[in-house]
């Protein structure tokens, strides 16, 4: 679930829209053919600390002139995860008490009826040491992935560590979303892509315009899109996630073309003895759902994600 939504749904004051919405799950064509207990509703990390008012502060980490060269890749890549480890666990504003401290504050502004939503999607998290570990992370994922390494190195990282990392299902970062990966490898395939002939031009430019992020913090827009591609992976077996938002319809699409397209490009370009490896774990990915809501919390529309298509 979005902030955008979620913030709606819970403050004090808005209880129309917490009615709205709870109605239109129980009532939503597909939802409502699911057991109860088949369904788990979570907000990401990255959401929660935007639904907190968090701003999480990032440390520029520079890299020693030795570890810029090109047989150093993997020490590189290990100093820069141990040092954004280091730092992100260090940092006071995201420790786990103080983290408690403002949903204490918070359910000042949150309405009664609302209470134990937030507690379910907030606090219940927060006050688990393994939520607080997976948050860190994905930070630390997320600090890597956008991380701007010499270009000497940048390319043989993005290749032997980056896109791997679709591919590790027994790991925590298959509930990492890659979205960033995925970004990087569009903006390197763009330029290929607008001088080909197969597809039109402005549709190639209108999908490069929805590519574009806010910011280096830009993280939320990032996950909606790569869950409801691949799926939440948990205990080894991915899970349909159906990601609820008020996001722009248009954009939303256009990140799921691309998102899909450049995963399809990943898996032609395996060797077919990789392809071997890997199809178990690509055939285990599920494809979800995007609900787009109302600003009453009324679903307006809903989109299955495996009817996109790709543009390969």
Not at 50 to 74: F, R, V
Not at 253 to 265: A, E, G, P
């Amino acid at each position: 679930m979005d902030n955008n939504i979620y913030r709606e749904i819970v403050k004090s004051g808005n209880e129309i829209v917490f009615e709205n919405f709870n109605y239109d799950i129980k009532n939503h064509r597909i939802i409502k053919n699911i057991p109860s207990e088949n369904i788990k509703y979570s907000l990401t990390p990255f959401t929660i600390m935007e639904a907190l008012g968090i701003t999480i502060p990032y440390k520029k980490i520079i890299l020693s002139l030795d570890l810029k060269k090109p047989y150093k890749y993997n020490e590189a890549i290990r100093f820069i995860n141990d040092e954004a480890k280091k730092y992100f666990c260090d940092l006071i504003s995201i420790q786990p008490e103080e983290l408690l401290k403002k949903v204490k504050h918070q359910k000042k502004y949150t309405s009664l009826k609302a209470s134990k939503t937030a507690q379910i999607f907030i606090e219940t998290p927060l006050k688990k040491k393994e939520f607080y570990n997976y948050f860190i992370q994905a930070l630390v994922f997320d600090y890597v992935c956008k991380y701007e390494f010499p270009k000497e190195i940048q390319k043989i990282i993005f290749a032997e560590h980056l896109l791997p990392a679709f591919f590790l299902n027994n790991h925590g970062i298959s509930r990492f979303s890659k979205f960033r990966i995925i970004k990087r490898l569009w903006d390197n395939s763009y330029d290929g892509l607008k001088k080909s002939t197969i597809f039109p031009k402005g549709n190639i430019k209108e999908l490069n315009n929805s590519m574009k992020l806010k910011g280096s913090q830009d993280f939320l827009d990032c996950e909606i899109i790569h869950f409801s591609c691949i799926g939440d992976c948990v205990e080894s077996k991915h899970n349909p996630v159906f990601a609820f938002t008020q996001d722009d319809k248009k954009t939303i699409i256009n990140r799921i073309i691309v998102y899909k397209s450049m995963i399809k490009l990943i898996l032609n370009n395996l060797t077919e003895d990789k392809y071997k490896i890997h199809k178990p774990i690509f055939n285990d990915w599920e494809q979800g759902m995007i609900i787009f809501c109302n600003d009453d919390g009324s679903i307006k529309e809903s989109i299955d994600v495996s009817t996109i298509k790709t543009i390969n």
